[in-house]
C-alpha cells in the first residue's frame, strides 16, 4: 500500500460541525495511561505515559485540529473539580462524574488537574494541523513513520530534514559497537556522542508530531538534539520524553527557530532548551516539564566565542519541577544582551526561582527583559538576580548584571513568593533593575519590601513603575 494511503489510514481525520480534527493511535507495544482516556471532535486520542519528578506520573496526549474541537476527558478517579492551565487560556471545564469536557479553538499546551491536585496531570498538546508534510520517498528527508523506531548517533548534514510523524516513537539507544566519549564525568557516567547531531550545517530541520524517546538511555548518556556552528536550523512540534541529559542544545549558532517543542522528562540535567553563545534565537509556542532549568541562556564558551545575543522566548507554558524555568544561568563567559522572556504561562514552580539570571562567570548580562509573564504558583522565589562563585563556573573573575526590566510580570496563586536581588561585591554589582507594574495576588508592587525582594550593599538602581505613581523610584 503506498506510504501516502498507510498514513491516510492510521490518521483519523475527521470534519465534523466543530471542526476538523488530526489523532494519531500509539504505536504497537506502547502502554496506554491507566489514569485517562481521551477524545477530541469524537475521536480517540491515544494517552501516553511519562514519569516526572513530582507527583507522576503524569500523562499526554495530542492531536491536530482546525475550527472549535470539542473534548472530552475521562478519569479513571471520581472527578469533584478541575482545572485547565494555562489560566490565561480561559478555558472552563464541565465537570460530571468522572469526566471533563471542554472546548479548544486555537492551538495550545494544557495541564489537566483534578480535584485540586497537580498530582497525576494530564498535559495536553493541541496544535495546528500540519502544514506540507515531507513525503516519505524524499531524497533529502531521514523520515520516521508511524510506529516504533531504534536510532543511533545521527548526523544531519545541511539541507536534511529529520521527520518524526505522527503515531511514531523514536527511541534513542547506543550502539553495540560505540564506545563511550567519555568514560567518567563529572557524576562517573559514561557519556557517548549525542543522538541528532547537526554540527556546522545550514538549513536543517528536525520535526514532526510523533515522540523522540530517550527512557532507554541510562543518564548522562546522550543528549537528543544538538546543533554546534550552525544557521538556519528548526527544530518544530516534537514530543521528547525522558532525555537523560540536556533536551534541545545549540551552541555557536545562529538564526535557529525551535517551535512547539513538548518536553516531559524527569531525569536531573535535562535543561529544556540551552541557548549557549549563540545568537538571533527565537523560542515559541513550546511546553517543557524538565528536572533542570527550562529554558535558559549561557554562555560556555570563553572570548573569543560568540556572545549570546538577539534572542526571544515566547508564548511559551512552563512546569519547573527543580531548577530554574526562565532566565540565563550559571555558565556566563562572555556577555549576553537583548534577550526577551515574553507572552509565558509558569503553571507550577518548585525550583530555585521562576525568572532568574545567575551569573557564576565574568561576562556582562544587558537589556534582560521578562513581558506578560503569568505565574500561577510558585513555591520558592519569584525572581533571583545573582552574582557569584559557584561549582559551574570557570573564571576567576565575576561578572555584572547591568538593564533588566519585569514588565507585566503577575503572580495569580499559590503563596506570595519572595525575591533576591544579590551583586558580588562593590565591582559586580547587580544595578538598573525596573520592576513596571508586578502585581502579586493582585497588590501592585511599589518597593522592596511589599514585594518580599531582598537586595544585598551591591545593588544598585532598583525601581518601581506603578499606575498610582508612574515614574516611582526607590533607588539604593
Known sequence: MPTALVLLAIALNAQGADGQVVTYPGPKGEPASADYTVEAGGKPVFVYTANV????????????????????VASSRKVSSAVVRPLSAGIKAAVGGNAVSFSVSKPCNLSVELNGS?????????????????????????????????????????????????????????????????????????VYTNLFIVKDAKGVAIRGRGILDMSGLPWHAKCPI???????????????????SWV??????RNI????????????????????NSQDVVVEGCFLRNNDDEICVKACSPPPALESKNIVVRNCV??????????????????????LFQNCDILHDTGIASLAIHVSDSGTMRDIRFEDIRIEDTRHRLVRLWIGKDMW?????????????FRNVSVVGGPFPGSELSGAD????????????????????GDLKQGKIAANPNVKGVRFITDEAPAAEKAR
Open 53 to 72: 519528578l513530582h507527583g507522576g506520573p503524569a500523562s499526554f496526549a495530542y492531536f491536530d485540529f482546525a475550527g472549535t474541537v470539542q473534548v472530552k
Open 118 to 190: 497537580p498530582e497525576r496531570p494530564l498535559h495536553l498538546f493541541a496544535s495546528p494541523i500540519e502544514a506540507n508534510p515531507p513525503k516519505a520517498d524524499d531524497p533529502n528527508v531521514m523520515y520516521f513513520g508511524p510506529g516504533v523506531h531504534e536510532v543511533g548517533t545521527t548526523y544531519v548534514p545541511s539541507g536534511k530534514t529529520v521527520y518524526i510523524a505522527g503515531g511514531a516513537v523514536v527511541k534513542g539507544i547506543i550502539r553495540p559497537d560505540e564506545k563511550p566519549v567519555q568514560e567518567r564525568n563529572w557524576r562517573g557516567n559514561k
Open 226 to 244: 544538538t546543533m554546534h556552528n550552525c544557521d538556519g536550523v528548526r527544530v518544530e512540534g516534537i514530543v521528547i520524553r525522558d532525555s537523560p
Open 248 to 253: 534541545v542544545a545549540m551552541f555557536g549558532s
Open 257 to 276: 527557530t525551535v517551535t512547539g517543542v513538548k518536553e516531559i522528562c524527569h531525569r536531573e540535567n535535562s535543561d529544556g532548551i540551552d541557548v549557549v
Open 318 to 339: 512552563i512546569w519547573n519541577d527543580r531548577a530554574y524555568a526562565l532566565g540565563i544561568t550559571y555558565e556566563t563567559r562572555v556577555g549576553v544582551s537583548n534577550v
Open 393 to 405: 563556573g570557570h573564571d576567576p573573575e565575576r561578572g555584572h548584571i547591568d538593564g533588566v526590566t
Open 426 to 445: 562593590a565591582t559586580h554589582l547587580v544595578e538598573n533593575v525596573t520592576f513596571d507594574h508586578l502585581r502579586i495576588h493582585g497588590q501592585l508592587i
